[in-house]
């Protein structure tokens, strides 16, 4: 079982930065694909980001490109968010996923999740 859990977040004004970091349980860390997701009330989670177990890959929503980056520290057992240029569509809560098998974008490849930490972006 996998562990996470996401802080960070916070108020920030548009066009601010935020970085938001997930700590993970467990010794198979490395093996993992990570994701973060975000969700505002009434709607589908959606994905923002994620990266393969190594760290090779990353693969971004088309709304957050050029804007977010990702990264990993396999040594800590850590995966933070950068987020840059933010706007007040960006305000959601951001939660840390974990994929043992798939690599991709789709919720249903994910199986441990986190409480979520709230980034909200005034105008």
């Known amino acids: 079982q996998v562990q996470l859990v996401e802080s960070g977040g916070g108020l920030v004004q548009a066009g601010g930065s935020l970085r938001l970091s997930c700590a993970a349980s467990?010794?198979?860390?490395?093996?993992?694909?990570m994701a973060w997701f975000r969700q505002t009330p009434g709607k589908v989670r959606e994905f923002v980001a994620a990266?393969?177990?190594?760290?090779?890959?990353?693969l971004f929503a088309d709304s957050v490109k050029g804007r977010f980056t990702i990264s990993r520290d396999n040594a800590k057992n850590t995966v933070d968010l950068q987020m840059n240029s933010l706007k007040p569509e960006d305000t959601a809560v951001y939660y840390c996923?974990?994929?043992?098998?798939?690599?991709?974008?789709?919720?249903?490849?994910?199986?441990?999740w986190g409480q979520g930490t709230q980034v909200t972006v005034s105008s």
């Open positions: 990266i393969s177990a190594r760290g090779g890959r990353t």
């Open positions: 467990g010794r198979t860390f490395a093996s993992y694909t």
């Open positions: 996923a974990s994929s043992q098998i798939r690599y991709g974008s789709s919720l249903s490849y994910y199986d441990y």
